[in-house]
T-cell receptor, first 112, second 114 residues
Framework: GDSVTQMEGPVTLSEEAFLTINCTYTATGYPSLFWYVQYPGEGLQLLLKATKADDKGSNKGFEATYRKETTSFHLEKGSVQVSDSAVYFCALSDQGYQKVTFGTGTKLQVIP | ETGVTQSPTHLIKTRGQQVTLRCSSQSGHNTVSWYQQALGQGPQFIFQYYREEENGRGNFPPRFSGLQFPNYSSELNVNALELDDSALYLC?????????????FGEGSRLTVL
């Protein structure tokens, strides 16, 4: 079945540091890929998405590129802020969009 | 535009009891999915409802059941509660037939089973 593997946290960075959170997936067919974010005390919300190979999703300075050859969708940001502290989930959806499969989440803490 | 709302936000039950969780979908969305998120884990797909019919189910036993109403709101029912059912239950709405697969989540109902 479909699965998502992402790097374990917590990840602690200083403000303005470069962020990478690794994510790899296993799926049949051509899934859509997502990064969701869960800020403290809030619900999950979509951060960015990519629906086909080589697509780059971007939002709020975050980027991720759909790499079919390496089955990866790594999240990057050039300069993190304290307000980026949250739990980040990599996810994929099947072609019928009936089910989204999530990774276990990576907690990011950014310190001033 | 009204977002996804869930109730109750917190509840405590004892083993063997039954629970009903409720969800109002975002305005204009006709599809509701339910997820279980155990502490420190990612959400796990329970099932999805589209136009009042179950439209996909994850690896959960039959004591997890649901309903969707004509206004697209939904209920999740869990019978014969077990300690391992303690988790955050998330409702997500979406527009069926959308090409994006994006989900819009509520803040969840936290269930504790004692």
């Amino acid at each position: 079945g479909d699965s998502v593997t992402q790097m374990e946290g917590p990840v602690t960075l200083s403000e303005e540091a470069f962020l990478t959170i690794n994510c790899t997936y296993t799926a049949t067919g051509y899934p859509s890929l997502f990064w969701y974010v869960q800020y403290p005390g809030e619900g999950l919300q979509l951060l960015l998405k990519a629906t086909k190979a080589d697509d780059k999703g971007s939002n709020k300075g975050f980027e991720a590129t759909y790499r079919k050859e390496t089955t990866s969708f790594h999240l990057e940001k050039g300069s993190v802020q304290v307000s980026d502290s949250a739990v980040y989930f990599c996810a994929l959806s099947d072609q019928g969009y009936q089910k989204v499969t999530f990774g276990t989440g990576t907690k990011l803490q950014v310190i001033p | 535009e009204t977002g996804v709302t869930q109730s109750p936000t917190h509840l405590i039950k004892t083993r063997g009891q039954q629970v009903t969780l409720r969800c109002s979908s975002q305005s204009g969305h006709n599809t509701v999915s339910w997820y279980q998120q155990a502490l420190g884990q990612g959400p796990q797909f329970i099932f999805q409802y589209y136009r009042e019919e179950e439209n996909g189910r994850g690896n959960f036993p039959p004591r997890f059941s649901g309903l969707q109403f004509p206004n697209y709101s939904s209920e999740l029912n869990v019978n014969a509660l077990e300690l391992d059912d303690s988790a955050l239950y998330l409702c997500a709405s979406s527009l069926g037939g959308s090409s994006t697969g994006e989900l819009f989540f509520g803040e969840g109902s936290r269930l504790t089973v004692l």
